[in-house]
Each structure stands twice: as structure tokens, then as C-alpha cells.
């Protein structure tokens, strides 16, 4: 009975999970998010997890301490849904990673599973995390939640998290991973990356799991400076939201409110715009009065005890002082600081008091270092004060003067007292007052000094000494006796005189000492000469200066040349810093000094070059190009450049001239840092228009596509946000980039194979360029609005016809399609037309040929919106073409009554390219003769201003010019037929023929149009020259 009623119960358990299986199919076919699904889900979860039988809860209450096992149905029902977790339906997929991770969720924190079904939940998650929709992948991280081992360094679900956190297309993915992972050194830097995430809530979520697991002491020092930074500047209200609210409070928390804790974990001294972020945020969260607190001000002198003062001190009073200036609060801001002229004793007490400097260097140069700092947030505080009062103000120049001559006073102090000095006097008197302050540093007026002791006054001093403490013995001795006796009135008496003696040891008599006054060198030490020059600059960085006075001028003769040559580099670059903000005060001083600029930015050490190269490109920035182009001429006297001739002089001096050039050599310079700084003024020239040169853009586009800078992010950030800048600016920058186009694809083309420029692709470039010369990036305040896809189509398609089975007409042709032509501009439409039908004729390929045919077709959309009388025009010039072609075949016209102009476009070839031997060719010279009526061409003044200029290297270009072959009416008809005016061309089968040929014709061409002009009737019996003679 006992084994029927056993088996008849599992069967019975059987049916029940058999049963109970098949309704819950129904509800995992819906993966959208269903009230009726959803708390069908539940109800699963709860019943599974729930424990069924008394016994079994007596059981649990019995023993808490030992692990939970799972019950057989929930075993069962998780059998059930790993078999199906492959299914194809993705919403069957989707509910069965959501159920079972509730289920897992659910279940005890000591809970326990079989050790082949969690090998079997296991494998079967983690090939859900590859799915291929993003709701399964994120089910599934939440499902294996509870199998990651923090404890195992290669565990297969952690790193498949920390794959899925950094590499996973989708937000939510990401954001499921961050809240369930575990938090350990290994996966601390994939969660600390996830605060640069693409997307905000990411972003704030990492945040947010920062606050909550990680405490403070698990970051360095640079991770939290990090965090904080990039946090409160995210360009995401709710990331910097997230950061006031959540972060910086967590952190106070776990440093017990105190202020100053967490700036020495934040490294004040480094890190100082940082700490001046958070201390913002930290007003806004904590009251006025524990800010207070925290500064530990005394209550009577409002200030801080010298040996007490820090770094982190310093920072928060200067930042609060500032806070509540900003606010206006006068009440709360007497109440942290003394009186003026209090804080300037105070302040000229701190900064002159020896330190007794330690027994380790390292930790002498630290505490110097923080003493310098300290001193810079205390003279900050000064600008803060009200310096209207008469008293203060007098106390306040003084100490200024006597800190800036001081020997304790660096070159890092300075800017700030200069800029006190600044507020103090007006510009009438300041600029000579600083003068008479760097003369005296230089050279100090006699100094008083004490003279030593003798020797016998020296004896004659330790002799009293020990006197006095021989007689205190005495006493003391005569004291305690009395006090034994009871004698109080002599105990008295005895202790007044103990008292008087104790003083005068404290403070023995010794004779006055003598002084003697010494007169000292004048100072050429680089530190004097350093500060020196740190003072004449931050007089002359103020922005009321506006001229060069002759204090200037005679500072310039008698400091800065002769720091230019101290064998000091920072004397050196000191020097040439001051030397170029004179330069900017004065125009002839920067056409004097622009020649040893150039020279220091060519042979001098980094650093100095980089200070000569900022001088240059300021002063050109200022002055323009066309102020040193008499400057330039000295240069090639240096091994700088090659000197220009003569003639090229104005040409030079439009693309930038030699300065310029000498510039463009600092772009392969090895330093990253000169690399950097030339690009950028260069970008800085061409966006001020001092220069314009298309030279230099294809320059600049070969280093923005250069492999070779691939390191350089700031360059080719710089370039990437200058071209598209630079070409909404103004048509005419348009225009220098379309002339950029061609010299740089040729560059490209023909790269030699080990250049890093053979591995560039030359379509990309192709298309960035049309992108950035497109008429629809041009700004609205643009005055002058040009379309250079109106002409860059020509060159593209010029460049087909030269060469139509070459790289670059197989690139153009794809990116032909993408032009913006000007629908209204007709007469460059029909150009146009003509023009791609001979380039479709020469192409080959059905895809090339097909993307030429949309161009036309867009093209003829263009021109069917035509006027009437423009449409006239164009038939007549299309019949008018259809004739020239005939004539140009051989075949005679018919004999029309009226003067017919045919209007052709004809291209002009350099010496490079070999000419169509067909426009000099013709048939036998009898036949021509015989046939083709008189012609005369029309002269155009535009053929004789043709320059070389007109014509691309490497490709023919067609102009705008039109030759008109006119005819005459039919004077003799009866006569016959008239021999041609025009010499016929012999066969030409060279290209040194064919440039002969060429002059031959031309000339010959001229002179019968002048003579023509001359003479309006020409006898049909006049002889005419054949080509042999015209040779």
C-alpha cells in the first residue's frame, strides 16, 4: 500500500507539472508588457519559491543555519524553462530569462540548487547574453545575478559583464550590467570608464553605483579628481545633478561632514579648478555656520593660527570669502575676515618668518612648496576686500612693494601682487612705479648690517650669564629654607627677587650693536632676472596698455635684450616672452625683432620655440601678412627658407609669404607640442583671412588625413572643427578649397608606397571635400554667397575626360551625384550637359555610366524649368553645335544669306597632356580648300589675358571662354567657292609637336584676326598663305 500510494503520488506530481507547464506556455508568448502577464508571472515566482508543507517549514525553522534546498517543482519548473530558452519566438526567449531570474531573485539568500542544474543555469545564460535582442541579453545579465563568484579571478560571468558593460550596442544592457555587478578591483575600472559612457543614463547610473558600493579609499587620488571633474562639467543636467546629490554627500558621509577631509583627498595643490568646483557644490548643501566650523577661525582676530593654516584651510577660506562676495552677504563675510590692515601684517608676517627647513630635500621642497601655495590663496583674499579705506590702503602698498622686492618672494607670487599693485595705482603712474621696483631688485641700494661681537665682549657676556645663575641658585636655596621656617614675609621678598633675576637671564644686557652699511652688486642671477621679467609681463599683459611707453622702451634696451642671451633656457624664454608682448604694442619693434623670432623658433631649445612661435603667430595675427613682406626678404639669410625671386614677390606674399612657408616646415617638426601650436595658428590665420592660400589648405587636408598623425588628437581635432568652420565662413574660402581639391587628390594618387599617404582613401577625401564646400553649409551672415560646385564639376568632369580609366575618374564619377549645382544658373547648365554627354560616351561600365546619367537627368530637370526665350537660346546653340561638328567632320554647311555665329567650348591643354590630334588634323589641303567656305574668327580679349594659371597640371580645364567663328554672307555665290582663311594644321604625332603646333596656330590665328579688323572687305582673290609658308 505504501508503494502504491508513493507511486500513485509522483505520478500525480507528474500530471500537476505537466499541467501547470502548458498554462504557463500561454502567458510567456506575449513578450510586450501586459498587466495579466505580469501578475501571472508573479503568482509563478511566489508559488515555486513558497514552502508547501508544515513539515517542511518546521524543518526551515529548525534549522536556519543550514543552506535552503530547493523544492522538486521549482527544480522542475527551471528544468522546464532552460529546455525552451532556444526558442524562436523572441518573446518566449524574453520571458523565460525574466522568470527565471525573478525566481532566482526570490529564492533565500542561503539558498542552493543542485550542482548540474546551476551548471546547467549557467551555460544556458550565457549563451542568452549573446542574443541578438537587446531585452533577452538584458534578462539575462539580471539572471545571473546570483552565479557570479567575486572570490574566483576568472569567472566566466564576470568577464562576459565586464564584455557587455564596455562592448554592448545597447543602453539598457549596459545600465542592467552596472546595477548587478560585482564590485571588485578587477571590474572597478570597466565601472569607473562607464562615467564617459555615449549616453546620459549610463552615465548617471555609474555615478550612482559609485556613491552606493565603492568608498572613497578604494579611488586614487587622480580617480576621484576625475569623477568629480568630468561630473560636475558633463554637459547632462541629471549626470551633474546626480553628482551634487548623491556622490558628494556620500562621500562627506563617510568622512563625517568634515570639509577639509575631503579636499586632502582631493589634493588641493594639483588639482585646484577641481576643488574650487566641489567647494561650490559644498555651499549650496551645507550651512554658513559649520563652514565656519571647518575653516577653524578664532572668534576675537577672525583669523587662522599660523601653524594651523594648510593648504586645504587656505582653499576654503579664499573660496568662501569669494562665495559670499558673490552673493552679496557683507554681514557673513566680516565675520570671517579681519581688518585690512590686520590681514596685512598678518599675511607679510607669514610669508617672511623663517621655516626651519628639515633634514630630508624632499620634504623641504614640499613644505615650500605648500608655503607658496598658502601664500597665493592669502594674497587672493586681499582682492576680495573693500580698499576703500584710506589706512588700508597705504598698509596695503606697502607690504605689496616690500614682498615684491623680498628674496622669499618667487616668480609664482608675483601675478597676484602685481594685480593688487594694479588696483592701487592708475596706469599714469603704475607702469614707472613697477619700473623703479625691477630697477631696484636688480640693483638694491646699500643694505644695513650688524656688525659681530668682539671676543671680550662675547666673555664679557657669558661671564654675567652664568653669574646670574649662580645668584637664582642662591635664592631659590634661601627660598625653600624660609618657606620651611614659616618666614613668609622674607619667602616673599626672596620669590620677587627669584622673579627679577629669572628675567634678566631671559633677557641679559649686552651692548648695542654696531651696523654698517654695505654696497651691494647689481644682481644677474637667473632667479632675479626670471622675476624680473615675471613682473614686466604681467605689466604688459594688462589690457589698459596700450602703447610703448619709454619706461617700456627703456626696460626693452636695458632687461630684455640682454636676457635673450643668458646661457639660462628660462631666462631665455622669459626673455622672449616679454619680448613679444612689446611686439605687440608696437609695430616697428615686431618688424624689427620678427627675424630673431624666426631664428629662435628654428635652433633654440623646445620650449623657447614654442614661446618664439606663439610671438609670430600673434604678431601676423595683429598686423596682418602683408606688414613683413619687406621683413621677409632677410629671412633666406637664414638657413630658414629659400629666398623668393624678384618677380614672385607679390605672389609670395599672397600665399603667406616666407614667413609662412618657414611655419609650414614646423609642420614635420618631431615635437608633438610644435606640431600642434603651428596648426593651430595657422587655422587662427586662414579664419582671420590674413592669409589666403590654397597651397597651405592642401597642406593642412594632407595632415588631417595623414596616417602618420593618427597619435595627435588634438590635432586632428583642431583640423576637423577648422575646415567646416572655415567654409561656412565665406564663399571665397569655398573657393580656395575648391582650388585645394585637385593638388591634393594628385598628392594622394601619386604617394610613393612607403609614404603613410598611399593608404589614404582618396574617395573619402573626395567626399569630405565636396561635403565641406557645399553652398547649404554657408552661414546666413555670409555676405559673399558663391556656389563653387558650379565650377568644381568641371574639373571632375575634365578630369574623366583626360583620363577615363584612371583611379581618380572612377572616384569623381561616384561622386558626382552628391554636388549641389544652382538650378537658376542656366547658361552653366547647358555647358554642363554637352559635357557629360562626352563623358558618358568615353566611361565604360554600366554603374558609371548610370551615375553620370542621374547628374544628366538632374541637369535636364534643371534646364526644363527654363524661361522660353532661354530655351530659344538653347536650340539655336544646339543647332549651332550640330553645324560646327559637321564642319569640323569635312562636310560644307548650307549657304545661308545671314552672318551665323556658332558658339563652341574649346579646352586648353598644358604641355603635359598629349592633345586630341583631331582638332589640328585635317583631310587633304586641296579638298579643304575646295570646299569650306571663307571664315573669320572673332578676337576675344580674354584669349590674349589666358595664363598659364588657367590650366590644371596633369588635367584639362574648361574656361569660359568661347571663340566665335562668324561667316560671312554670301558675297560670291557666282564666283564659286572661296578657299579657306584659315591655315590648316599638319598631322601631329608628338606632344613637343603638338605644343609647337599650337604656338604656330595661334599666332597665325591672331594675325588674320587683325588683319580682318583692319580691313572690312577682302578680295575673294587674295592669296592666302598655306600653313608650309606660315611655318
Known amino acids: 500500500m505504501v508503494t502504491a500510494a508513493g507511486t500513485s503520488g509522483t505520478s500525480d506530481f507528474k500530471e500537476f507539472v505537466e499541467e501547470f507547464t502548458r498554462l504557463l506556455k500561454c502567458a510567456l508568448l506575449y513578450g510586450d508588457k501586459q498587466p495579466a502577464v505580469e501578475r501571472t508571472l508573479s503568482f509563478v515566482v511566489k508559488f515555486a519559491t513558497a514552502e508547501k508543507t508544515e513539515q517542511n517549514a518546521g524543518k526551515g525553522k529548525d534549522s536556519e543555519d543550514e543552506d535552503e534546498e530547493a523544492d522538486p517543482f521549482l527544480e522542475n519548473l527551471i528544468v522546464f524553462l532552460l529546455k525552451n530558452h532556444e526558442a524562436n519566438n523572441a518573446a518566449v526567449r524574453l520571458r523565460i530569462c525574466q522568470l527565471l531570474s525573478m525566481l532566482l531573485r526570490q529564492m533565500g539568500a542561503k539558498a542552493a540548487i543542485d550542482n548540474d542544474l546551476y551548471d546547467l543555469i549557467y551555460d544556458t545564460m550565457l549563451h542568452r547574453l549573446q542574443d541578438k535582442i537587446p531585452g533577452v541579453r538584458k534578462e539575462a545579465v539580471l539572471a545571473l545575478t546570483?552565479?557570479?563568484?567575486?572570490?574566483n579571478k576568472d569567472c566566466p560571468v564576470i568577464e562576459a559583464y565586464c564584455f557587455h558593460l564596455c562592448k554592448d550596442p545597447n543602453y539598457d544592457v549596459r545600465r542592467a550590467v552596472l546595477n548587478n555587478?560585482?564590485?571588485?578591483?578587477?571590474?572597478?575600472?570597466?565601472?569607473?570608464?562607464?562615467?564617459?559612457d555615449v549616453r546620459e543614463l549610463v552615465r548617471c547610473q555609474a555615478y550612482t553605483v559609485i556613491s552606493q558600493k565603492i568608498h572613497l579609499k578604494s579611488l586614487t587620488i587622480a580617480q576621484r579628481v576625475r569623477l568629480l571633474s568630468e561630473g560636475l562639467k558633463d554637459r547632462h543636467e541629471m549626470v551633474r545633478n546626480c553628482v551634487k546629490k548623491k556622490l558628494i554627500p556620500s562621500w562627506l558621509r563617510l568622512l563625517g561632514g568634515n570639509v577639509l577631509d575631503l579636499l586632502t583627498c582631493l589634493d588641493v595643490e594639483a588639482s585646484v579648478k577641481e576643488a574650487e568646483l566641489v567647494l561650490k557644490t559644498i555651499f549650496e548643501l551645507i550651512p554658513f555656520p559649520d563652514l565656519v566650523k571647518n575653516i577653524g577661525l578664532t572668534k576675537q582676530q577672525r583669523l587662522i593660527s599660523p601653524n594651523e593654516l594648510q593648504p586645504e584651510s587656505a582653499l576654503l577660506w579664499r573660496c568662501l570669502a569669494q562665495h559670499l562676495r558673490e552673493e552679496g552677504a557683507e554681514e557673513a563675510l566680516e565675520e570671517i575676515l579681519p581688518d585690512l590692515t590686520q590681514f596685512c601684517s598678518y599675511l607679510n608676517d607669514f610669508v617672511l618668518t623663517d621655516v626651519m627647513a628639515g633634514e630630508d630635500e624632499q620634504d623641504a621642497a614640499i613644505q615650500v612648496m605648500e608655503r607658496e601655495f598658502i601664500t597665493n590663496q592669502l594674497i587672493s583674499i586681499i582682492l576680495v576686500y573693500d580698499l576703500s579705506d584710506e589706512a588700508g590702503r597705504r598698509s596695503l602698498d606697502q607690504m605689496v612693494r616690500n614682498l615684491l622686492v623680498s628674496d622669499k618672494i618667487g616668480e609664482s607670487l608675483v601675478k597676484g601682487l602685481v594685480e593688487i599693485f594694479s588696483k592701487l595705482h592708475p596706469l599714469s603712474t603704475r607702469i614707472n612705479q613697477l619700473a623703479e621696483i625691477i630697477s631696484e631688485i636688480r640693483e638694491p641700494l646699500c643694505k644695513t648690517v650688524e656688525v659681530p661681537m668682539s671676543?671680550?665682549?662675547?666673555?664679557?657676556?657669558?661671564?654675567?650669564?652664568?653669574?646670574l645663575k649662580v645668584k637664582i641658585n642662591q635664592v631659590r636655596e634661601e627660598l625653600q629654607k624660609n618657606m620651611l621656617d614659616l618666614d613668609l614675609e622674607k619667602a616673599q621678598l626672596q620669590k620677587d627677587e627669584l622673579l627679577e633675576l629669572e628675567a634678566q637671564l631671559s633677557q641679559p644686557c649686552q651692548p648695542n650693536p654696531s651696523t654698517e652699511e654695505i654696497t651691494q652688486e647689481p644682481r644677474n642671477d637667473s632667479a632675479t632676472l626670471i622675476k624680473c621679467l615675471t613682473i614686466f609681463c604681467n605689466i604688459v599683459e594688462c589690457s589698459q596698455v596700450e602703447e610703448l611707453t619709454p619706461a617700456l622702451q627703456t626696460l626693452h634696451d636695458g632687461l630684455i635684450l640682454g636676457c635673450l642671451r643668458s646661457e639660462d633656457p628660462a631666462v631665455?624664454?622669459?626673455?622672449?616672452?616679454?619680448?613679444?608682448l612689446l611686439c605687440l604694442?608696437?609695430?616697428?619693434?615686431?618688424?624689427?625683432?620678427i627675424t630673431l623670432l624666426m631664428q629662435v623658433s628654428k635652433i633654440d631649445v623646445e620650449k623657447i620655440q614654442l614661446t618664439a612661435l606663439h610671438c609670430i603667430i600673434d604678431c601676423l595675427h595683429l598686423y596682418g601678412i602683408e606688414e613683413f613682406a619687406e621683413v621677409a626678404e632677410d629671412l633666406p639669410q637664414t638657413p630658414l627658407v629659400e629666398a623668393p625671386e624678384k618677380d614672385d614677390k607679390e605672389e609670395c606674399v599672397e600665399d603667406g609669404g616666407a614667413i609662412i612657408a618657414a611655419l609650414c616646415d614646423r609642420l614635420d617638426a618631431e615635437s608633438l607640442e610644435i606640431r600642434t601650436l603651428v596648426v593651430e595658428g595657422l587655422c587662427k590665420l586662414l579664419l582671420s583671412s590674413r592669409i589666403?592660400?590654397?597651397?597651405?589648405?592642401?597642406r593642412l587636408i594632407l595632415t588631417f588625413y595623414n596616417p602618420a598623425t593618427g597619435d595627435d588628437s588634438f590635432v586632428r581635432h583642431i583640423l576637423g572643427v577648422f575646415f567646416p568652420l572655415y567654409a561656412s565662413e565665406d564663399g571665397s574660402n569655398q573657393e580656395s578649397l575648391c582650388e585645394a581639391v585637385m593638388p591634393t587628390l594628385q598628392t594622394l594618387l601619386h604617394a610613393p608606397t612607403r609614404s603613410p599617404l598611399a593608404s589614404v582613401d582618396i574617395e573619402n577625401v573626395t567626399s569630405f571635400l565636396i561635403s565641406i564646400t557645399s553652398p547649404t553649409i554657408l552661414s546666413e551672415e555670409c555676405q559673399e554667397k558663391v556656389n563653387v560646385h558650379d565650377t568644381l564639376v568641371f574639373t571632375l568632369c575634365s578630369e574623366v575626360l583626360t583620363k577615363p580609366t584612371g583611379y581618380l575618374a572612377k572616384v569623381f564619377i561616384r561622386c558626382l551625384?552628391?554636388?549641389?549645382?544652382?538650378?537658376?544658373?542656366?547658361?552653366?547648365?547647358?555647358?554642363?550637359?554637352?559635357?557629360?554627354?562626352?563623358?558618358i560616351k568615353v566611361i565604360e561600365g554600366k554603374s558609371a555610366q548610370n551615375s553620370v546619367k542621374r547628374l544628366q537627368q538632374k541637369i535636364q530637370d534643371f534646364l526644363s524649368s527654363a524661361p522660353d526665350n532661354e530655351a530659344t537660346e538653347e536650340n539655336a546653340s544646339t543647332e549651332d553645335e550640330a553645324s560646327a561638328e559637321e564642319t569640323k567632320d569635312g562636310e560644307p554647311p548650307a549657304d545661308r544669306t545671314e552672318t551665323t555665329i556658332i558658339r563652341r567650348k574649346r579646352m586648353l591643354y598644358d604641355n603635359q597632356t598629349i592633345t586630341d590630334p583631331a582638332l589640328f588634323s585635317c583631310g587633304d589641303d586641296s579638298e579643304a580648300e575646295g570646299r569650306s567656305p571663307s571664315k573669320r574668327i572673332a578676337h576675344s580679349s580674354s584669349i590674349d589675358s589666358l595664363d598659364n594659371d588657367s590650366v590644371t597640371f596633369g588635367s584639362s580645364v574648361i574656361t569660359s571662354t568661347q571663340i566665335k567663328i562668324v561667316e560671312p554672307e554670301s558675297q560670291g555665290e557666282s564666283n564659286g567657292s572661296v578657299p579657306s582663311a584659315i591655315p590648316a594644321a599638319p598631322q601631329i604625332d608628338t606632344e613637343l609637336e603638338?605644343?609647337?603646333?599650337?604656338?604656330?596656330?595661334?599666332?597665325?590665328l591672331e594675325g588674320l584676326v587683325k588683319s580682318s579688323q583692319q580691313e572690312c572687305t577682302v578680295a575673294a582673290s587674295r592669296e592666302i598663305p598655306s600653313s608650309e609658308d606660315a611655318r
Open 146 to 151: 546570483r552565479l557570479q563568484d567575486p572570490y
Open 181 to 196: 555587478i560585482a564590485v571588485t578591483y578587477q571590474t572597478l575600472p570597466a565601472i569607473l570608464d562607464r562615467t564617459r
Open 455 to 467: 671676543e671680550e665682549e662675547e666673555r664679557k657676556k657669558k661671564l654675567k650669564v652664568a653669574s
Open 572 to 580: 631665455r624664454n622669459s626673455g622672449v616672452q616679454a619680448l613679444g
Open 585 to 593: 604694442l608696437s609695430k616697428d619693434l615686431a618688424k624689427q625683432h
Open 692 to 698: 589666403t592660400s590654397s597651397k597651405l589648405l592642401s
Open 817 to 839: 551625384s552628391s554636388l549641389n549645382l544652382t538650378p537658376t544658373n542656366f547658361s552653366t547648365l547647358r555647358q554642363l550637359d554637352v559635357l557629360v554627354t562626352k563623358v
Open 994 to 1004: 603638338v605644343s609647337q603646333a599650337e604656338e604656330v596656330f595661334v599666332s597665325n
